[in-house]
């Protein structure tokens, strides 16, 4: 298995840039979780996703933030327009229908906004 | 609401030595516990869970943690420890939501491990 896959793996961006960042979790797997990793907050949820249905986006920082998961096999967090606060290591996670809902991570993006 | 309480944000232990890294939960609804390890620049990797089956749970590479409710802990150990040991460790909690899928997880602060030679 592949794992979690994301993209890019480094983003560096000029503050007010609309940036994307993409994912593609394990095949079989119908929950899908944005994280966020930062040294001041940790890591901190964003968003989560079951059955490609936003299930809480309370931890979505502020109205920049959106998140898509058109299919099963595919989800993007978008921030438009980007400031340096969002620097940080952003990652996805993908956990297995009817598990004990353990997750498995990405390999992270690691944004930085100039 | 949940959360999670990691005592020592480093610690540091002797090549071969006992392994103990703290966490206390805080959960309104029964948990599930895991440890994650993350290397540098790398994502997380499962470490084990607690699912509500047996209290002492072994995991990957030699670790264990024992689920206590009565003290709402689910401390890390591992009996020698090895160099490659040397990582951030984080303990996270969760729940399910109530149309029974993966909730997202509550992660504590992470304790940095340092193994010294």
């Known amino acids: 298995d592949a794992g979690v896959i994301q993209s890019p793996r480094h983003e560096v961006t000029e503050m007010g840039q609309e940036v994307t960042l993409r994912c593609k979790p394990i095949?079989?797997?119908?929950?899908l979780f944005w994280y966020r990793q930062t040294m001041m907050r940790g890591l901190e949820l964003l968003i989560y996703?079951?059955?490609?249905?936003?299930?809480?986006d309370s931890g979505m920082p502020e109205d920049r933030f959106s998140a898509k998961m058109p299919n099963a096999s595919f989800s993007t967090l978008k921030i438009q327009p980007s400031e340096p606060r969002d620097s940080a290591v952003y990652f996805c996670?993908?956990?297995?229908?009817?598990?004990?809902?353990?997750?498995?991570f990405g390999p992270g993006t690691r944004l930085t906004v100039t | 609401a949940q959360s999670v309480t990691q005592l020592g944000s480093h610690v540091s232990v002797s090549e071969g030595a006992l392994v103990l890294l703290r966490c206390n939960y805080s959960s309104s609804v029964p948990p599930y516990l895991f440890w994650y390890v993350q290397y540098p620049n790398q994502g997380l990797q499962l470490l084990l869970k607690?699912?509500?089956?047996?209290?002492l749970v072994k995991g990957i590479n030699g670790f264990e943690a024992e689920f206590k409710k009565s003290e709402t802990s689910f401390h890390l150990t591992k009996p020698s420890a090895h160099m490659s040991d040397a990582a951030e460790y984080f303990c996270?909690?969760?729940?399910?939501?109530?149309?029974?899928?993966?909730?997202?997880?509550?992660f504590g602060k992470g304790t940095h491990l340092i193994i010294q030679p």
């Open positions: 607690y699912t509500s089956a047996a209290t």
């Open positions: 095949s079989g797997h119908n929950s």
């Open positions: 996670a993908s956990s297995p229908k009817g598990s004990s809902y353990e997750q498995y």
């Open positions: 996703f079951n059955n490609n249905v936003p299930i809480d």
């Open positions: 996270a909690v969760s729940g399910s939501y109530s149309g029974g899928g993966a909730d997202g997880l509550t």
